[in-house]
């Protein structure tokens, strides 16, 4: 049964790095059919996609633009895991984060971390 | 960016009763249109894919219509757990984009 279990800090000050990381099982990070995405959720914003990273025969990344310039989403095999990097936050980007996989159906979302309650506040 | 707009925002049914629940994409996104479920403090649950296909485990009173710009979930008779919020999402377009939700509350 496939899991997502995301990790990381729930309070980031403003101007520095939100880091998170998705750790996966029952599936692989290096699978030739899923995407390892990142998607927010805040009540300004609603949900918001914000990347993903996928391998097929070599990795791939693919960001929102309106997060494009702040964002990195890495993989580490040896671990199985996923992580975000999102960087100079401001309050705005309070938000509850979810990791999630997609491919497997169709391009939808189909397993979902718990979901990560990240504040930017001093 | 393609704009995905629900209505209503807010849908009092009581137990029992059909909801209907109405998404509209602001350019097509063909039938690449998929439906979840949120209940307070979880994840999203996916529920219909492919605009009209449920995902394993998901009830027969839960259907999805539509093509385009035009999309529709309706559930035939509200059970107690299905008072949660819904969500659209299409992936037909880069970057993929949801809809702001509908919640469906008790009457």
């Known amino acids: 049964q496939e899991q997502l279990q995301q990790s990381g800090p729930g309070l980031v000050k403003p101007s520095q790095t939100l880091s998170l990381t998705c750790a996966i099982s029952?599936?692989?990070?290096?699978?030739?059919?899923?995407?390892w995405n990142w998607i927010r959720q805040s009540p300004s914003r609603g949900l918001e996609w914000l990347g993903r990273?996928?391998?097929?025969?070599?990795?791939?990344?693919d960001y929102t633009p309106s997060v494009s310039s702040r964002i990195t989403i890495d993989a580490d095999t040896s671990k199985n895991q996923f992580s975000l990097q999102l960087n100079s936050v401001t309050p705005e980007d309070t938000a509850v984060y979810y990791c999630?996989?997609?491919?497997?159906?169709?391009?939808?979302?189909?397993?979902w971390g718990q979901g990560t309650l990240v504040t930017v506040s001093s | 960016e393609i704009l995905m707009t629900q209505s209503p925002a807010t849908l009092s049914v009581s137990p029992g009763e059909r909801a209907t629940l109405s998404c509209r994409a602001s350019?097509?996104?063909?039938?690449?249109l998929a439906w979840y479920q949120q209940k307070p403090g979880q994840a999203p649950r996916l529920l219909i894919y492919?605009?009209?296909t449920r995902t394993t485990g998901i009830p027969a009173r839960f259907s999805g219509s539509g093509s385009g710009t035009e999309f529709t979930l309706t559930i035939s008779s509200l059970q107690s757990e299905d008072f949660a919020v819904y969500y659209c999402?299409?992936?037909?377009?880069?970057?993929?984009?949801f809809g702001q939700g509908t919640k469906v509350e008790i009457k």
């Open positions: 999630a996989r997609s491919g497997h159906i169709e391009e939808t979302y189909d397993y």
């Open positions: 029952g599936d692989s990070v290096s699978s030739n059919r899923a995407s």
């Open positions: 990273t996928y391998y097929r025969s070599k990795w791939y990344y």
């Open positions: 350019q097509s996104v063909t039938s690449k």
């Open positions: 492919g605009a009209s």
């Open positions: 999402q299409q992936y037909n377009n880069w970057p993929r984009t």
